[in-house]
């Protein structure tokens, strides 16, 4: 079975500062898809951004990188300049193409933004 | 494209009383998911539909909870018997396959408490 796992339950950073969130994953699957998704208090998880497995090059959306070590079964999200609407929860999520792609998610990490 | 919604978005219930709830995709997204989520844990996949057809059961889904989506388009979790164990958002989520992978989008959620 596949397990994510997010030790960070909290992290906090200073506006404008960069932070990076850890996650682990285990998986015997080859080809998957690794997630970031934020929810913030109104509780709509959004997709952050999303890596393929098969692609070495790291997935970069505007100020959101991702760090994915594959042999490691490593993928850290890094949040460059903080905003304070960055506050929320970040959830590492795996999926699985060979299934019907449902999402596996961790515990989740609770960011907040120092102004 | 207006998003997945869900309704109610809250509900407070006694405990053995019957609920519903209902989720409405994103318009011709083909796959539906519903997930549970309780306070500090990310959330854990419940059931999974493609189109009308409903391919996957968790065993966190119980016989007393029930999902359906007639016609393909919306779907209905129906927990009957409720117990304070259930009291927890329900997440619905959609997604169009495309090939390879496809993300997933998410409603707000429906709280209930069971009290």
């Known amino acids: 079975a596949q397990t994510v796992t997010q030790s960070q339950p909290e992290m906090s950073v200073q506006e404008a500062e960069t932070v990076t969130l850890s996650c682990t994953y285990d998986t015997s699957e080859s080809d998957y898809y690794l997630f970031w998704y934020k929810q913030p208090p109104s509780r709509q998880m959004i997709l952050v951004i999303r890596?393929?497995?098969?692609?070495?090059q790291n997935a970069t959306e505007n100020r959101f990188s991702v760090n994915f070590q594959k042999a490691a079964k490593s993928f850290s999200l890094k949040i460059s300049d903080s905003q304070l609407g960055d506050a929320a929860m970040y959830f590492c999520a795996y999926s699985w193409l060979g299934a019907n792609s449902k999402l596996t998610f961790g515990k989740g990490i609770t960011l907040s933004v120092r102004p | 494209d207006t998003g997945v919604s869900q309704d109610p978005r809250h509900k407070i219930t006694k405990r053995g009383q019957n609920v519903t709830f209902r989720c409405d995709p994103i318009?011709?997204?083909?796959?539906l998911y519903w997930y549970r989520q309780t306070l500090g844990q990310g959330p854990e996949f419940l059931t999974y539909f493609q189109n009308e057809a409903q391919l996957e059961k968790s065993r966190l889904l119980s016989d007393r909870f029930s999902a359906e989506r007639p016609k393909g388009s919306f779907s209905t979790l129906e927990i009957q018997r409720t117990e304070q164990g259930d009291s927890a958002m329900y997440l619905c989520?959609?997604?169009?396959?495309?090939?390879?992978?496809?993300?997933?989008?998410f409603g707000e959620g429906s709280w209930l408490t069971v009290v």
């Open positions: 890596q393929e497995a098969y692609k070495q």
């Open positions: 989520a959609s997604s169009l396959t495309t090939g390879r992978g496809n993300t997933i989008y």
């Open positions: 318009s011709e997204h083909n796959r």
